[in-house]
């Protein structure tokens, strides 16, 4: 059965500073793939990123990077130079191939103090 | 492009009232459809997924049901409502293929039962 950990419940930090948040992963499955999202205050999960399990470059899109390591079984998400709008609930997610539920962390609740 | 409409986006209702949410989908064919329930806590709990019309996959047994009457709509349903059905609704769609790609989530439902 798959599972995702997302250990860190809440993270509180000051503008500006660089921020991960945690992603552990479980599955029997050698093709999978991991996904995540941020939930701000409106309440809309919106898409941040797709990662399939052939493919452990990192990834960067402008303030945000993914690290994918299967050695760990990890797909952490770092925010650099924190802004107060990156405020959100972020969710870790991972699908097996041919399965048409994903499974959700519990997500993490990121405050950023101006 | 692909848009997902969800109503109404906020709900009050009394115990026993029956309930209906609508979901609809535009710019895509033959989508996978979800349901998620969110309660205070942030955890997504999946209800129901469809893979197409009239074909409904319920997660959890309780006193909702789904149907998709049409490719792109999706309805969740209640005959009587309980306490325990407050949360927020969130309608969720992914391109025909499994998990493998991400889901797009609608603006929610907050519906209160009081």
Do not use: M
């Not at chain 1, 990662?51 to 990834?59: A, G, K």
């Not at chain 1, 107060?84 to 993490?108: K, M, N, W």
């Not at chain 2, 999946?46 to 006193?63: A, C, D, M, R």
């Amino acid at each position: 059965a798959q599972k995702v950990t997302q250990a860190q419940t809440e993270i509180s930090v000051v503008e500006k500073e660089d921020v991960t948040l945690d992603c552990v992963y479980e599955t029997r499955d050698t093709t999978y793939y991991l996904f995540w999202y941020k939930q701000p205050p409106s309440g809309e999960l919106v898409f941040l990123i797709r990662r399939n399990s052939f493919d452990e470059q990192n990834e960067i899109s402008g303030r945000y990077s993914w690290n994918f390591q299967k050695s760990t079984s990890s797909f952490n998400f770092t925010i650099t130079a924190s802004q107060v709008v990156d405020s959100a609930v972020y969710f870790c997610a991972l699908s097996e191939a041919g399965s048409y539920i994903p499974t959700f962390g519990r997500g993490t609740s990121l405050i950023v103090h101006p | 492009s692909q848009t997902i409409h969800q109503w109404p986006a906020t709900l009050v209702q009394p115990v026993g009232s029956p309930l209906s949410l609508e979901c609809t989908v535009e710019g895509t064919s033959n989508p996978n459809l979800y349901w998620y329930r969110q309660a205070a806590g942030r955890g997504l709990q999946l209800l129901f997924y469809s893979v197409g019309i009239g074909q409904i996959s319920s997660e959890v047994p309780q006193n909702l049901s789904a149907s998709r009457p049409q490719d792109r709509q999706f309805i969740l349903s209640s005959k009587k409502l309980l306490l325990s059905d407050s949360g927020f609704y969130l309608c969720a769609w992914s391109v025909d293929g499994g998990a493998t790609y991400e889901q797009y989530f609608g603006p929610g439902t907050r519906l209160t039962v009081t």
